[in-house]
């Protein structure tokens, strides 16, 4: 509620602007707050949400501002067409862009961008029958200032409308997801690689449009406008606005144009001032102003309600066997994990794995999942070899997992953790989800509805709103296993489900367990220790030794076994 | 006399309190155990004490001396050893780095031959370790990841060690070898405080417990009172609570 009165009252200030002065200069300020603001609205998708950074986006918003000026003088078409082929030509650029520099990530990735700024600059520079050279181009015809005012005032307000609208879906969640945690995220069926290049591309638009209007604004652009220190001013001004948050560029902007506005006579200790502002915010202000101001107050949405198809997409064909291993092996640096492994799942199965500490259990989940390349061996799914394939490709063909320490996407709620699970990769279009089209919208709410309704099934109802990352331990693998469940995979591996749960909790999950299998749900491979649980829901078990299988058979069997009882379960009373 | 109180403490995360009102005592020697569901506050306790979490408001004193609100290198130093939940391994130095990481904490008994001699005692516990030495932490797997937190704290040669969930992601056999060894540390004179999942396990072991709900203190007693309470067997020790834990 609040945060809605504080949008009306900055529109409004936004809008009685030119009526109270008509001193041109402060339009100008105002008019380059709104061009940062959509540049690090867009910054705010791929550093905010997805977690990259980049300090090349100057080379994007001069690619923005150099086709649009291109277009009017060259082409002679109208202000209009000119910023819609900015925005195409950058947005193009930018995925380019993004498909190769994303194969690294984190710190690598902003060393790359930074090559990409410069170059930018340089071919700005050096190619002078185009660009203008050092001098840039002039006589770029221009609306008039107020009529522009208003051009970017609205773009503004688009831009941080369209982010919200983004978060606020299934792609806002893939992106954070990938940001908190990659592994699980392609354990759900996301491609990571992809997610980020949307977000790159999607920035890379923002940045095109902020520099298409900023070439209007003055009606001549030059190189000076696009150097390494203008990316660092966008990253700056996004970081003390608020990382993620929706009102963050909007902070920033207005913070990091003023201020050295106001001190104009300080020009020449520009960067002293950028760089212990940085320092400043980080060390006080972690979630930039914005954050700080919200840190208090938590909205909590109503939940919605819907109903709701029932659990799994059953078994595939037929019954018999659904998995089939055979000949598995795996070593770390000469260091044999798994030797030889054989293993047959049979549909609706609960089918466990045991073994000593460092018996290879893990590992083995590992190389079903995508995770560790397969050495030796085969590996046939549903009827199919999963050899080769990455995560997210063999979740994307129904198989899903849960992890040894649990892998919450931290930054999302509860329910949103699951949510990424529901939708899997089938996030539908970012352009429905950036303009949140009616059609986006009723997928959203479904999405919502089903992860409540997991979430219910769970026992974790209550919690739905709260932040993951608050969550206990042993909530955390429920959490997870809720999330993996909400992929409707044909088969769900469960890595140690029961660690931290008490014995209360591991009954409920035994009844859960029985209860998916009672109802048609995905087979399972439950990698365990508790054996009162492992004994009560299993159909066969498989006893790993040292890389090797060294029983195979219905838990009775195993309970007798002599070899299982001497490496495993010792003398039982 | 108390090795380690904590008295109407009220501790969390930011704005968020988990715990409200918490009054432990632990005597020296004694294995205390604390039990509760999850999200109980139990890991906030051992967070707090240890210095990691700052107290809101109550009091932790230790040898007669306040360490509320200490950082945690300095609680460390004075004798008091977490074991974390999530292990809190160094994954890229090798198992005797990590091992020899945990002495630093160590208030006497720094010189080699006595090191040394703690190193040995510490992989006489978890064979696995042994031949795994010189490999990173990382390439353990979970369980023996786990071996090696309990190893590396056991290395601070501590007073009292506070111990989150030892038991997580360990073999049957290997549960009851770290109970055992639980059981050794009080002969040698070590306190502890033990949070557990395998509450039938650790209150056979303990001599007093606590049960915490929602962040309170909602029983406290010798073990054996609190093993045999019929809301404790409901709720904590499940219906085979009778029969023999393993």
């Keep these: 509620m609040t945060g809605r009165l504080g949008w009306a009252a900055l529109a409004t200030a936004a809008a009685v602007i030119p009526f109270f002065t008509s001193n041109t200069y402060y339009l100008y300020v105002v008019i380059s707050v709104g061009l940062l603001t959509i540049v690090t609205a867009g910054l705010n998708v791929l550093v905010g949400f997805t977690g990259q950074t980049s300090l090349g986006h100057a080379g994007l918003y001069a690619f923005g501002a150099y086709t649009a000026a291109l277009c009017v003088t060259r082409a002679g078409t109208s202000e209009w067409i000119a910023i819609a082929v900015a925005v195409v030509i950058t947005s193009m650029v930018g995925a380019a862009v993004a498909a190769a520099a994303l194969r690294v990530s984190g710190p690598y990735l902003a060393m790359v961008t930074i090559a990409f700024g410069l170059i930018v600059e340089g071919v700005v520079i050096e190619w002078g029958s185009v660009t203008g050279g050092p001098g840039g181009i002039f006589n770029i015809p221009k609306p008039g200032l107020r009529t522009h005012y208003w051009t970017v005032m609205l773009a503004a307000a688009l831009a941080l409308w369209l982010t919200a609208n983004l978060r606020r879906s299934a792609w806002g969640r893939a992106c954070l997801a990938v940001k908190s945690s990659e592994v699980a995220a392609e354990s759900l069926g996301l491609s990571a690689y992809y997610v980020r290049i949307a977000a790159f591309t999607v920035s890379a638009a923002f940045a095109g449009a902020a520099g298409a209007l900023f070439t209007f604004l003055n009606g001549y652009i030059s190189p000076d406008s696009f150097t390494l220190q203008t990316s660092i001013l966008f990253l700056l001004a996004l970081l003390f606005g608020g990382l993620g948050r929706i009102a963050g560029p909007v902070a920033g902007s207005v913070a990091l144009t003023i201020l050295p506005e106001l001190l104009t006579r300080l020009l020449d200790y520009r960067l002293i001032l950028y760089g212990s502002l940085l320092l400043l915010s980080i060390y006080w202000l972690p979630d930039g102003v914005v954050g700080a101001v919200s840190r208090a107050r938590r909205s909590r949405p109503a939940p919605l309600e819907l109903s709701l198809s029932p659990l799994g997409r059953g078994q595939g064909e037929g019954a018999g066997t659904l998995l089939v291993a055979n000949g598995v092996n795996l070593s770390f640096g000469g260091v044999a994990a798994l030797a030889g492994v054989a293993l047959t799942v049979n549909r609706h199965h609960i089918h466990a794995v045991i073994g000593p500490n460092g018996a290879g259990k893990t590992s083995l989940l590992n190389v079903l999942s995508g995770f560790y390349a397969l050495q030796a061996g085969t590996i046939m799914v549903d009827g199919r070899s999963i050899d080769g394939l990455s995560p997210y490709a063999i979740a994307r063909h129904g198989i899903a997992r849960t992890f040894q320490t649990a892998q919450v996407f931290g930054g999302l709620s509860v329910r949103d953790n699951v949510a990424v699970g529901v939708a899997g990769p089938r996030l539908g279009s970012p352009l429905s989800a950036l303009f949140a089209t009616p059609g986006g919208r009723a997928r959203d709410a479904f999405i919502q509805s089903r992860a409540l309704d997991l979430l219910e099934a769970f026992g974790l109802g209550e919690l739905a709103h709260e932040p993951a990352e608050s969550l206990a331990a042993g909530l955390r693998r429920k959490l997870e296993i809720a999330r993996a469940l909400a992929t409707e995979p044909l088969l769900l591996m469960l890595d140690e489900p029961a660690a931290g749960l008490s014995p209360a909790e591991i009954a409920a999950l035994d009844a859960q367990l029985t209860g998916l299998r009672d109802q048609g749900g995905p087979t399972v491979i439950l990698v365990e220790h508790h054996m009162d649980l492992v004994m009560a829901v299993s159909d066969r078990i498989t006893v790993l030794d040292y890389g090797r299988v060294i029983a195979e058979g219905a838990p009775e069997e195993i309970r007798q076994n002599p070899a299982v009882i001497e490496a495993y379960l010792g003398a039982t009373t | ?246």
Excluded: C
């Design chain 2, 1 to 246: 006399m108390s090795a380690l109180t904590v008295s109407s403490l009220r501790a969390g995360y930011g704005a968020v309190a988990v715990l409200h009102d918490v009054t432990i005592e632990v005597r020296p020697g004694e294995i205390v155990s604390v039990i509760g569901g999850n999200g109980a506050g139990k890991t906030t306790l051992l967070k707090t004490i240890a210095g990691v979490l700052r107290p809101v408001t109550g009091r932790i004193t230790f040898d007669g001396r306040d360490i509320g609100g200490r950082s945690s290198w300095w609680v460390a130093r004075h004798g008091i050893a977490l074991v974390p939940e999530g292990r809190g391994i160094f994954g890229d130095q090798s198992v005797h780095d990590n091992l020899m990481l945990g002495a630093l904490a160590r208030g006497s008994g720094r010189d080699a031959p006595a090191v040394r001699a703690d190193l040995d005692s510490a992989l006489a516990l978890f064979p696995a370790l042994v031949e795994k030495l010189h490999l990173p932490a990382a390439a353990l797997s979970g369980g023996q990841q786990q071996m090696l937190a309990v190893a590396r704290g056991l290395m601070a040669r501590p007073r009292v060690m506070l111990l989150d969930e030892p038991s997580l992601g360990l073999a049957p056999l290997l549960v009851r070898e770290i109970f055992a060894a639980i059981g050794r540390l009080r002969e040698q004179g070590v306190t502890i405080l033990l949070v557990e999942q395998m509450a039938a396990q650790a209150l056979a072991l303990a001599d007093r417990a606590y049960v915490l709900e929602r962040g309170r203190i909602a029983l406290e007693g010798a073990a054996a009172t609190v093993r045999s309470d019929p809301a404790v067997i409901e709720a904590y020790l499940g219906r085979r609570a009778g029969a023999d834990p393993s």
